[in-house]
């Protein structure tokens, strides 16, 4: 597990999601320390503010993405779904090859789940 001086990356996904609702100056300093992985010195002095101010602008401008994401849960959703997509393709290729193993293969099923397979890396991407 990460320590605390290790940067949550989980604010830069949060940040391509809900970056345009904060301030112009938080979501530059944000993308400069979680995108641009520049240090807090580097950032106070691209803004000519203290260390400490480029820390109390990620703070609340982590604040603010936190809590966008527990009230809307883009970020959330989004990540399950692409986890129920990369399930199903597994699921569509497991029907497949059981349809070229034993058995005969039968053509519908081989068209069908190359139709699916087409959608879901389609949804996917």
Do not use: W
């Amino acid at each position: 597990m990460a320590g605390k001086s290790q940067k949550d990356l989980t604010f830069s996904v949060l940040l391509d999601y809900y970056g345009p609702i904060l301030t112009e100056k938080q979501r530059a300093i944000l993308t400069e320390y979680y995108d641009q992985d520049l240090s807090l010195a580097e950032i106070a002095e691209n803004y000519g503010i203290t260390r400490q101010g480029v820390r109390d602008a990620i703070k609340h401008g982590e604040a603010t993405l936190t809590a966008m994401e527990n009230n809307l849960g883009y970020a959330r959703r989004d990540a399950a779904q692409r986890a129920d997509l990369d399930r199903l393709e597994q699921l569509v290729m497991e029907v497949r090859c059981c349809n070229t193993g034993l058995f005969t293969p039968v053509p519908q099923i081989a068209r069908d789940t190359d139709e699916m397979l087409s959608i879901i890396r389609r949804l996917n991407a």
